[in-house]
């Protein structure tokens, strides 16, 4: 098995120092910082200041961008820079996002480590391009057809963009994953402070390359964390990638034995490795009566609403998601035994996360979802008279 | 200094290129031979054998990387040339092939494909047209002809078909080529000629699918056909055909035109040079179509101009060569910044 070796950033490469910066500047930064090289995307509001930077620093950087003819080209042009030995990411919003479908389950099959940047507006369709949402919070997750497991995190602030962003990358190396970066548009418009560290503070995975003999290696062969190693052309060893059903060698093999073998790894690699993988914040659950859980803008809004509630007598704390997926279900689980209830906002009127909050509590105790349509973010006043009605 | 460096680079056969395992293509299909005829061509390239990368869509002809013992992709339905696109800018070094055929090309990735050759990236495009869906089992394609009934076309093909070539063209590809299959050395020649042009080629190779759209080339390509319905087109030589040369294409009103050849005015007979910048006599010949005129074979266009990946690599020099202010206000300003008096 492949060790996870961690190196520090190339020096030349990250801005190190005090910035005021917006979040889709910063998570461009954390890219280039976690050592990805390759960009391609098309066009779309609100996320297009990510490749923009990203164009521009590139030749600096030893990078390259390439604007595709569509979504549809670049989530898969990048998966032939990540074979042809590159970190990779694209970036997109709803729209896109959607179009890229095909290339997340391609990414999953065939194990391609790589970055999908989704900078949340409001939907359906073209909706709200200007304006906020966290409606794409199951299509990354369930969006391709199949079974598969993928990684979600939600930055809420500037520095996160750049943080997290460089664990989107470690993480996609280490599993051998697409992870989507799921930002909001308000996060990605924000600007605020960010400290961008020393290069040599900050940890990069470098990719799982194999230190087999050619004749020896297996592309498809899992390691002990299920995670099997990887080649890139031009370097003598031999592979084949497809999106079909393959076996170890990477071939075809269109069998119930092997497709179980396979989809089950698939899963089982991110849910057998889910506590190293899951992240969250807790603030103020000590003694709480009532949790918030939330995730990107939305969390930041609920903590003017637990503030309210303080006001108010009523004791509530939040707890943020940071990875959304896989859904760190257990930890929840237990918090609704210490609660007597658990609210839920996002911006989406469906409460994609909350059903998943619902379904890990178990009617240990209320969940309420406080829904928005997106193209703004929730009054803070509506999160709080959820919590009291939570309680009553 | 060029001998020292072939002479290092480890020499392959057509062998060494066969990975082994059953060839999963029905007995009599085209494929064979556009397979036989990568793997002899290959090892005369003086490129590694390590450096070959075959990309690939979905389709028959995309089962084409499983034969061939180099790195191959087997990608998404139509994606293959954004897949290649990503691999070649990765590593330039890297010779890459996307294997294609008329439905994954020309149908579902239509858009990537006229994008590719719009950007002379350095990628060779195969595309084999059999003029039908055959792992499905016979649907019709966008090159299936007008009216041809198929599973999927009961009262027959209602569209009107895609010239592939002029298709190419008019992405401003910079080598365009039509063999066929059965013609081995004449599709080696032209498969060669691809490998070593810089810059985005596309060939279009005709392929009989033996099951679901058999013989459909014949009055073409058949041995007694090829004399009056086939024209090899030959670098500086006039466009003439028939058993004895006896007709000639020649140029009226900007279109192509047949006559006697002892009959045609010297200053109107076509002669081929498929060096022309201006693609307008490539895409004249281009729409020379059975059973109105011979159906040209050969390169149709090959310029020279900038590739994709060396258009970048300027790029890159030049803004490292550029002092850059790399301050935080300066990147912050960016480009689009003014100030207001």
New interface residues.
């Given amino acids: 098995m492949a060790e996870l070796l961690y190196q520090h950033a190339e020096p030349e490469a990250v801005?190190s120092?005090t910035?005021?910066?917006d979040g889709n500047h910063a998570a461009c930064e954390g890219a280039i910082a976690a050592g990805c090289r390759?960009a391609?995307g098309y066009p779309i509001t609100p996320s297009t200041e990510i490749v923009?930077?990203f164009a521009?620093r590139?030749?600096?950087v030893g990078a390259?961008f390439?604007q595709?003819?569509?979504e549809?080209?670049?989530s898969?042009?990048?998966?032939?820079?990540?074979?042809?030995?590159?970190k990779?990411m694209t970036v997109t919003s709803g729209p896109g996002f959607s179009l890229m479908m095909?290339?997340t389950g391609?990414a999953a099959m065939t194990e391609t480590p790589c970055v999908f940047v989704d900078v949340q507006r409001a939907g359906p369709s073209t909706g709200l391009p200007t304006l906020p949402a966290q409606g794409d919070m199951l299509q990354c997750r369930f969006g391709s057809h199949g079974d598969y497991e993928a990684i979600a995190l939600c930055p809420s602030s500037v520095q996160e963009c750049f943080d997290f962003m460089i664990e989107a990358f470690n993480l996609a190396e280490a599993y051998r994953v697409p992870v989507f970066f799921m930002m909001d548009e308000c996060v990605g418009h924000m600007t605020e402070k960010l400290v961008i560290p020393d290069a040599r503070e900050i940890s990069v995975l470098g990719r799982r390359f194999t230190k087999k003999p050619p004749e020896e290696f297996l592309p498809y062969a899992p390691g002990e964390d299920l995670v099997p190693e990887m080649v890139?052309?031009?370097?003598?060893?031999?592979?084949?990638?497809?999106?079909?059903t393959h076996d170890e060698r990477g071939?075809?093999s269109t069998t119930l034995a092997t497709q179980r073998q396979l989809v089950v790894r698939l899963i089982e690699k991110i849910q057998r490795n889910a506590p190293k993988i899951w992240k969250w914040e807790e603030r103020n659950l000590q003694g709480a009566e009532v949790a918030v859980i939330s995730y990107g803008i939305s969390a930041r809004v609920a903590l003017k609403a637990i503030e309210l509630a303080k006001q108010d007598g009523i004791q509530a704390g939040l707890f943020r998601l940071i990875t959304v997926w896989p859904f760190p279900g257990q930890r929840i689980q237990e918090l609704a035994t210490r609660v007597r209830a658990i609210v839920v906002p996002e911006l989406n009127l469906r409460g994609q996360v909350a059903n998943e909050v619902e379904r890990a509590v178990q009617g240990r105790c209320p969940v309420v979802p406080v829904g928005h349509p997106g193209g703004g973010v929730h009054d803070p006043q509506d999160i709080f008279h959820a919590i009291k009605e939570a309680l009553s | 200094m060029k001998m020292q460096e072939s002479a290092s680079i480890p020499k392959f056969t057509r062998k060494d290129l066969i990975p082994g395992g059953e060839v999963k293509w029905c007995p009599g299909c085209g494929d064979y031979a556009i397979l036989a005829s990568i793997q002899k061509i290959l090892p005369e390239l003086n490129t590694p054998r390590e450096n070959f990368v075959f990309v690939s869509g979905i389709g028959c002809s995309s089962r084409f990387p499983y034969y061939m013992n180099t790195y191959g992709l087997h990608s998404i339905h139509g994606r293959a040339p954004a897949v290649a696109t990503g691999v070649k800018l990765a590593n330039p070094k890297l010779s890459v092939w996307v294997m294609t055929g008329d439905g994954d090309a020309m149908s579902i990735g239509g858009n990537h494909l006229i994008h590719a050759l719009r950007r002379n990236l350095d990628l060779k495009i195969v595309m084999f047209n059999n003029e039908i869906y055959g792992l499905t089992k016979g649907q019709y394609s966008p090159t299936t002809q007008m009216g041809q009934v198929t599973k999927s076309s009961p009262y027959g093909v209602p569209d009107y078909p895609f010239s592939p070539l002029r298709l190419a063209l008019g992405a401003g590809a910079t080598f365009v080529a039509r063999a066929f299959d059965v013609d081995g050395p004449h599709l080696q020649a032209i498969l060669k000629e691809a490998a070593l042009h810089k810059g985005s080629a596309f060939i279009e190779i005709w392929q009989n699918c033996v099951v679901f759209n058999d013989s459909v080339f014949d009055p073409i390509v058949s041995k007694e056909s090829r004399p009056d319905h086939l024209l090899y087109l030959e670098e500086g030589q006039p466009l003439l055909f028939g058993k004895d040369k006896e007709n000639a294409v020649i140029s009226e009103e900007m279109s192509p035109r047949v006559v006697p050849a002892s009959e045609a005015p010297k200053e109107r007979l076509l002669v081929h040079k498929s060096g022309l910048q201006d693609p307008a006599y490539a895409f004249l010949v281009s729409g020379m179509t059975y059973p109105e005129f011979p159906v040209p074979m050969g390169i149709f266009r090959n310029v020279q101009s900038p590739a994709y990946d060396e258009i970048l690599d300027g790029q890159v020099k030049k803004a490292k060569a550029k002092a850059k202010d790399n301050s935080f206000m300066a990147l912050f300003d960016g480009l689009e910044t003014w100030t207001i008096n």
Avoid: N
């Fill in positions: 801005l120092g910035h005021f910066m390759f391609a923009e930077r521009e590139a030749p600096h390259m390439i595709m003819e569509d549809i080209a670049s898969i042009c990048l998966q032939g820079a990540v074979w042809g030995g590159l990779a095909e290339h391609y890139k052309a031009g370097d003598g060893y031999r592979f084949h990638v497809t999106g079909l071939y075809p």
